[in-house]
Nanobody
């Protein structure tokens, strides 16, 4: 499994960003796709996950009602729409994939490269 993440950048507080992650190498619908983030000096933490076969979603409390995880099976991609961004959302965001469900924390079998999200106040 190979994961390729993209879409990070700089946003102002209250702004929006959209992250994308594409999966190659295996059947997309077999995998839970997840987003985690890691701020400087902190551990990697769960953000959101979406189940491969039915699209059920889970969110960390800190992002619920602001972030939306979705997927496009035809494009073998998962997305994280981030709205109402806060400075505390600043982190390196990682997409992950795993055959297990639910995913609400580590470990995760496969990781993409991180993408930096910076939110200015």
């Amino acid at each position: 499994v190979q994961l390729q993440a993209s879409g990070g950048g700089l946003a102002q507080s209250g702004g929006s960003l959209r992250l994308s992650c594409t999966l190659s190498g295996r059947t997309f619908n077999l995998y839970t796709m997840a987003w985690f983030r890691q701020a400087p000096g902190k551990e990697r933490e769960f953000v959101a996950s979406i189940r491969g076969n039915n699209g059920i979603t889970l969110y960390a409390d800190s992002v619920k009602d602001r972030f939306t995880i979705s997927r496009d099976t035809a494009k073998r991609a998962a997305y994280l729409q981030m709205n109402s961004l806060k400075p505390e959302d600043t982190a390196v965001y990682y997409c992950g994939a795993d055959r297990n469900w639910p995913i609400t924390g580590l470990p995760v079998n496969y990781w993409g490269q991180g993408t930096q999200v910076t939110v200015s106040s």
